[in-house]
């Protein structure tokens, strides 16, 4: 081979070597990838299905203290406790008092409520016997679901051997199913973990991220707008863009600092709301949009403005009839990326004080909330084992949230964004 | 009769000094061909006769254009009356990203030239039959503009700076982006609308020059050599430097 030859050769051999290095990062990246949503998704899973307890209940009238006639009212406002705990006591006649208990344990706290709004349903069941789904305790939930060992000791485990003999003679009599859990998505938080749902959390990140809009997008088009088509080009604007690019860098928990210090200490706003929420969070979403509005205001093209000045509108007139609407779909796949920073983002809340322990469903940004990645912490944070796939279940629906919004950001900006030859 | 008198224009960028004391006097209703090699400021004056400088912070201009009599450089001077008086046409064609009748609808709409629909119709009809474009497009108006052949969208940039009736035309090297048909055509259309407007075309190709003006100017850094009739630069040139561009000996 002449040295010529050697050479080529050489150069296509290390062409060859760049694009496996390219593919072996690749993969790589998408081996993490699988693992992770496969850990999230196989742990996760299990939260959507809810395990209910078949139990006969008789609705006896003594036993809720009732009259002859009730009306509806009165059916509504009897107490439920008494015959709730009859009814799970007839689950295994010889039961002592201790056992009795725990045979109360194997449902959710909420048993009474169940049975109870199972009657409001059909009134007419008062004095028969009917047959009641009721949500069992996390603890055999996980059991059923085979997240939970029950070949160890039963010290060591949090239900009982007694408990374990009636569960598997419910399992005979078919009397344990599953469901699709349509809880998980309508309640709110609580402690107990076959109960808690991420109904609070959704609505508190919505109202998190509307409020953060209508903050941020505003004021940081107008700033953009001005930046770009209107401010001379000084000392003063550089030292404003530099500024900006750098608060685009400020860790999160700085700007959580800055709404607990001057949100609340100085303007007493109401605590854990998603309206501190949205102001804080609007603070580290304006640099995202500004940064993505100049960008997509200095790729409209200038012949445009040219074309606009020289029919002789006015300077904003060539703004707002042309650069701006023509900047549309860029700044505004640029807010929604922004604003899919902001919905993960979780530091800044917990200093505001969302963490707090919220069981209700907020109304409105003023009442108290938690969000989707607090809620992550949250639960992560708990010891009860029922809560390890609630956490994977509630990153499940962040992560697809996320990627809805950037999906929306890349139709909008590939749909309506005018290509330029 | 002279349209547009130029006394000691000077142009500068900062602290380069672009323009040197230009004066020169547009006939009316007369093509202008200013022509010079890339740089010597041919497009920088034209653009000091609609004020486009303006929109170069840096860009300093003195010294005083009469158009009409008016001093266009004076600070009482509105650049948006000016604009409206003065239209243009850029190298590169550059409608809006809109309809085709957007496009031509949008000077007279922010000037409050009409008061109806029927009136809109009219002037957009009219300007894109002025610019010969009427016939390839009056069944497409409400297409995007931007959808056309280079050659009618210079023609739509045309149709769009006649729409508000201006008394003078700047062309900044409309064809440079062209092929040699649509040149051609455009050329052609030029030749009519003098009769309507003062036309003043900057142009590399000094036979595009020579077909379409009456009057040309030649530009060299910065000064303008010699103006006079387009017969006169291009048979028998004063100045030597005149002389060796229009023969090709350097430009």
Known sequence: ?421 | MKKINAKNVNVSYGSKQALFDINIDIEQNEVTALIGPSGCGKSTFLRCLNRMNDVIDICKVTGEIFINDFNILDKKCDVVRLREKIGMVFQKPNPFPKTIYENIAYGPTIHGMTQSKEEMDEIVELSLKKAALWNEVKDRLHEVGTGLSGGQQQRLCIARAISVSPEVILMDEPCSALDPIATAQIEELIDELKNEHTIIIVTHSMAQAARVSQNTGFFHLGNLIEFGSTDKIFKNPENQKTQDYITGRFG
Request: net charge neutral; charged share 20%.
């Open chain 1, 1 to 421: 081979m002449t040295r010529k030859e050697i050479f080529l050769q050489k150069r296509y051999n290390s062409e060859k070597r760049f694009k496996l290095y390219g593919k072996l990062a690749i993969s790589f990246a998408l081996i993490f990838l699988c693992i992770f949503l496969y850990k999230i998704f196989s742990t996760g899973f299990s939260a959507f299905q809810k395990t209910l307890i078949k139990v006969d209940v008789t609705y006896n009238s003594e036993l809720l203290f009732l009259d002859e006639n009730p009306s509806l009212d009165d059916i509504k406002n009897a107490d439920y406790y008494d015959l709730a705990l009859e009814t799970m006591a007839n689950l295994d006649l010889n039961a002592d008092e201790d056992q009795q208990n725990e045979l109360k344990r194997m449902v959710s706290y909420i048993f009474d409520t169940e049975i109870k709004n199972h009657l409001l349903k059909n009134p007419d069941l008062l004095g028969k016997t009917s047959s009641v789904l009721l949500t069992a305790s996390d603890d055999l939930d996980q059991i059923f679901k085979g997240n939970y060992p029950r070949d160890i000791p039963e010290d060591l485990r949090r239900v009982s051997d007694y408990q374990l003999t009636v569960y598997d003679k419910l399992i005979k009599d078919e009397k344990i199913i599953s469901k699709f859990n349509f809880s998980f998505f309508t309640r709110a938080d609580s402690r107990e973990a076959e109960l808690a749902g991420i109904a609070s959390a959704v609505v508190g990140s919505f109202f998190t991220i509307l409020v953060c809009l209508f903050i941020s997008f505003p004021v940081a088009v107008l700033a953009a707008i001005y930046l770009e088509e209107f401010a001379p080009k000084n000392k003063i604007t550089d030292f404003i863009e530099v500024n900006i690019n750098n608060l685009a860098a400020v860790p999160s928990i700085v700007f959580g600092l800055l709404g607990l210090g001057i949100l609340l200490a100085v303007f007493h706003l109401p605590r854990s709301t998603s309206l501190v929420g949205g102001i804080t969070l609007s603070l580290m979403t304006l640099p995202t949009i500004i940064i993505a509005a100049r960008a997509s205001l200095k790729a409209v093209p200038p012949s445009i403005r040219e074309a606009a000045l020289a029919m002789g509108a006015s300077r904003m007139q060539t703004t707002m009839h042309h650069t701006v609407p023509l900047s549309m779909p860029g700044t505004l796949s640029g807010t929604i990326i922004g604003l899919a920073q902001a919905l993960g983002e979780t530091a800044p809340l917990i200093l505001i004080g969302m963490v707090a322990f919220i069981n209700t469903i907020p109304m409105s940004p003023m009442d108290p909330s938690a969000s989707l990645p607090v809620q992550v912490y949250l639960w992560a944070e708990s010891a009860e084992r029922g809560f390890v796939e609630k956490v994977s279940a509630c990153i499940m629906v962040l992560l697809g949230f996320l990627i809805l919004m950037n999906l929306l950001a890349q139709i909008v900006r590939h749909k309506f964004e005018t290509k330029w030859s």
